[in-house]
């Protein structure tokens, strides 16, 4: 049994003034396996967010239908099998961190020993130990995400919906959002996400599908959807320039170009960050 099978679903929203309409969602038809991840991109305004609304039982598609572990999404018994981040949550800015996720436990029906252990296994996940006291006034973007996500797993759901969940956040809260998500996965939650940060996809994602104008124009594993048949990369560590200069010769005219690797830019943003906290450390201790 799939956790969650869309299929064929069309949405479409009233214009202004009853005028027309935006056809927002298109025949849309995607499944994702219990415990793997799914990444859904696409430029704003694609249908993203409609699908996950769709899911979580926050609205009813025009025509197709969405099964959540075998149940229509909006069966209420779904209620204690999903979690959900929309892209804007709302929070009390006048609780604490751990005020907060006791407040969502209590919604989901913890009560006594279970919400207090719950709550402080929930607050160490997310990274917010030393923070579960101040007050959710004085979190950073990324910390309230993390809130977020801390209370859209409280009730150890079997399905994780993320909606942008690293939206306005910066590179290190972004790096510790996807670890997080990754922990999460190693423990059999399935994880549902739309994200527009295309590399942070491409590292956690199992499959990911591709929305333009409510359409699904691909969809597949990041081997299918990343392998170019028409060229081939060699990667070398450290070769000599005897090597190089027989590789240039085997290849010829078949060489297109030739360049160093790279790294991508947020891995040099936070291996910088990195040495230059490891080198504060050493001053500290020294």
């Given at each position: 049994?799939?956790?969650v099978e869309?299929?064929?679903?069309?949405?479409t929203?009233?214009?202004?003034?009853?005028?027309g309409?935006?056809?927002?969602?298109?025949?849309?038809?995607?499944?994702?396996?219990?415990?793997?991840?799914?990444?859904?991109?696409?430029?704003?305004?694609?249908?993203?967010?409609t699908i996950m609304?769709?899911?979580?039982?926050?609205?009813?598609?025009?025509e197709?239908?969405?099964?959540?572990?075998?149940?229509?999404a909006?069966?209420?018994?779904?209620?204690?099998?999903?979690?959900?981040?929309?892209?804007?949550?709302?929070?009390?800015?006048f609780?604490?961190?751990?005020e907060t996720v006791?407040?969502?436990g209590?919604?989901?029906?913890?009560?006594?020993a279970?919400l207090k252990?719950?709550?402080?296994?929930?607050?160490e996940?997310?990274g917010?130990?030393e923070?579960?006291?101040?007050?959710?006034?004085?979190?950073?973007?990324?910390?309230?995400q993390?809130?977020?996500?801390?209370?859209?797993?409280v009730?150890k759901p079997?399905?994780l919906v993320?909606?942008?969940?690293t939206?306005?956040?910066d590179?290190?809260?972004?790096?510790?959002?996807?670890?997080?998500?990754l922990?999460i996965?190693?423990?059999?939650?399935?994880v549902f996400?739309?994200?527009h940060?295309l590399?942070?996809?491409q590292?956690?994602?199992?499959?990911?599908g591709?929305?333009?104008?409510g359409v699904?124009?691909?969809?597949?594993t990041m081997?299918?959807l990343t392998?170019?048949?028409?060229?081939t990369?060699?990667?070398l560590?450290?070769?000599?320039?005897e090597?190089?200069?027989?590789?240039?010769?085997?290849?010829?005219d078949?060489?297109?170009?030739?360049?160093?690797?790279?790294?991508?830019l947020?891995?040099?943003?936070?291996?910088?960050?990195?040495?230059?906290l490891?080198e504060?450390?050493?001053?500290?201790?020294?």
């Amino acid at each position: 049994m799939k956790a969650v099978e869309i299929q064929e679903i069309h949405k479409t929203f009233p214009g202004h003034w009853g005028k027309g309409g935006v056809y927002a969602v298109k025949g849309v038809s995607l499944s994702i396996p219990q415990g793997g991840v799914y990444g859904l991109i696409g430029p704003n305004g694609s249908g993203k967010s409609t699908i996950m609304k769709a899911l979580v039982g926050l609205l009813a598609p025009d025509e197709g239908k969405c099964t959540v572990f075998g149940k229509p999404a909006t069966a209420a018994e779904n209620r204690r099998e999903m979690g959900f981040l929309p892209e804007n949550p709302y929070f009390y800015k006048f609780l604490t961190g751990e005020e907060t996720v006791r407040f969502y436990g209590r919604l989901c029906g913890l009560r006594g020993a279970e919400l207090k252990a719950r709550t402080q296994e929930l607050l160490e996940l997310v990274g917010l130990t030393e923070a579960a006291h101040r007050r959710l006034g004085g979190y950073s973007k990324g910390m309230l995400q993390r809130v977020g996500l801390a209370q859209a797993l409280v009730q150890k759901p079997r399905l994780l919906v993320l909606d942008e969940p690293t939206a306005g956040v910066d590179p290190i809260g972004s790096r510790a959002i996807r670890d997080i998500i990754l922990n999460i996965k190693e423990q059999g939650v399935t994880v549902f996400l739309c994200s527009h940060l295309l590399e942070q996809v491409q590292e956690i994602c199992d499959r990911v599908g591709i929305l333009y104008r409510g359409v699904m124009i691909a969809e597949g594993t990041m081997e299918e959807l990343t392998r170019d048949n028409s060229r081939t990369e060699l990667t070398l560590r450290n070769p000599s320039p005897e090597l190089l200069q027989q590789i240039r010769a085997l290849a010829g005219d078949a060489l297109l170009a030739e360049q160093p690797a790279r790294n991508s830019l947020e891995s040099v943003f936070l291996r910088g960050i990195q040495a230059k906290l490891k080198e504060q450390e050493e001053k500290a201790k020294s």
